[in-house]
């Protein structure tokens, strides 16, 4: 594997994680609802699921899955209710339930972040349209295993990043004063984009 070649492999997957999705919206409400430690634990819980899909794409799993329609609606489905449930989870939440969230503990975090990223069909198909022009049937097992590092990290490192914006000083005190409104307008968000893919799966039915 040239150099060349990783570079363009690395950009291709610094465009993909700085799309505006749910994941970004969970990332900003975890790390100004909660803490700066839970935005950091939910960036590298998602980027170990993109990881997890990196490791399908690589050995061609996600070719089956996507082939297997069931299979892939069945994804699909579980994808979108959870979005649904964390949107609705969001913009319900009173108050003073907010102020309890700070209290959840960092697994939830990681467990939040890497669920987003586990059960979004749109990143499988992603990686299925990505690593399809970047993986080698005669490469090395080394060669594949930096494409799977490559995109977990870049992804970790770039929601790590939006966590360190959010959080810092002066943006801090800006988006804790708006917490409640943040936690609505992520729900919002979440509930939208999983109406759309509700949307999206009766039409490609």
Request: neutral net charge; aromatic residues 16%.
């Amino acid at each position: 594997m040239t150099f060349i070649f990783w570079l363009q492999f690395a950009t291709v997957c610094v465009a993909g994680a700085m799309s505006p999705g749910p994941s970004l919206a969970l990332i900003i409400r975890n790390s100004i609802t909660i803490n700066r430690f839970a935005g950091f634990m939910t960036a590298v819980g998602h980027g170990l699921g993109m990881g997890v899909y990196a490791v399908f794409a690589v050995t061609g799993l996600s070719i089956i899955l996507t082939a297997n329609e069931l299979l892939f609606q069945l994804i699909q489905i579980i994808g979108i209710l959870f979005l649904l449930y964390l949107g609705f989870q969001f913009i319900f939440k009173k108050n003073e339930e907010i102020d309890k969230i700070k209290e959840q503990k960092s697994i939830n975090s990681f467990l939040q972040g890497f669920s987003i990223a586990i059960f979004n069909p749109k990143i499988l198909i992603w990686f299925s349209a990505v690593f399809s022009q970047f993986v080698k049937i005669d490469a090395s097992f080394f060669s594949h295993s930096i494409l799977v590092v490559t995109a977990s990290v870049i992804d970790g490192m770039w929601y790590i990043i939006v966590t360190l914006l959010v959080t810092s000083y002066g943006m801090n005190d800006f988006f804790q004063k708006r917490q409640g409104i943040i936690q609505k307008i992520s729900g919002f968000i979440l509930v939208l984009i999983g109406v759309l893919l509700i949307i999206d799966f009766f039409q490609d039915s």
